[in-house]
């Protein structure tokens, strides 16, 4: 909420630089949080599915099927929120940089 309020300041200041890496800030975030809906999400409720622990014939399947993509995405996932805020940090860096030059 706070980095699509900068936006708002950010465009109506007309910093179209730092307007840029807000909004690839808030795609970033995006994309972690599509991640988290439509692959993290289905794939915890498959493992709790897949019933009680003590009850299940091969643990190791359940596991395997479950623990491959979750890490994988997993990774895609914290990549994506890296990037977000690496993005939203260097638009913090140019506007405070943009601040200093009208002074």
Same mark, same amino acid.
């Given at each position: 909420?706070?980095?699509?309020? %900068?936006?708002?300041? %950010?465009? !109506? &200041? !007309? ?5 840029? /890496? *807000? ?13 988290? *809906? ?10 709790? $599915?897949?019933? $009680?622990? +003590?009850? *299940?014939?091969?643990? %190791?399947?359940? !596991? ?5 993509? /979750?890490?994988? /995405? $997993? *990774?895609?996932?914290?990549? &994506? ?5 690496? +993005?939203?940090? /260097? ?13």
């Amino acid at each position: 909420m706070l980095a699509a309020v %900068a936006l708002v300041q %950010a465009r !109506r &200041a !007309r910093s179209t630089k730092v307007t840029g /890496w *807000i909004v690839a800030g808030l795609v970033f975030y995006a994309l972690t949080l599509l991640i988290t *809906i439509t692959v993290h999400v289905p794939l915890n409720y498959e493992l709790r $599915d897949a019933g $009680d622990p +003590s009850h *299940i014939q091969n643990l %190791a399947a359940v !596991r395997d099927d479950f623990v491959t993509p /979750w890490v994988a /995405w $997993d *990774i895609v996932r914290t990549l &994506a929120a890296t990037a977000a805020f690496g +993005s939203l940090i /260097w638009a913090l860096v140019l506007r405070g940089s943009t601040g200093r030059a009208e002074r």
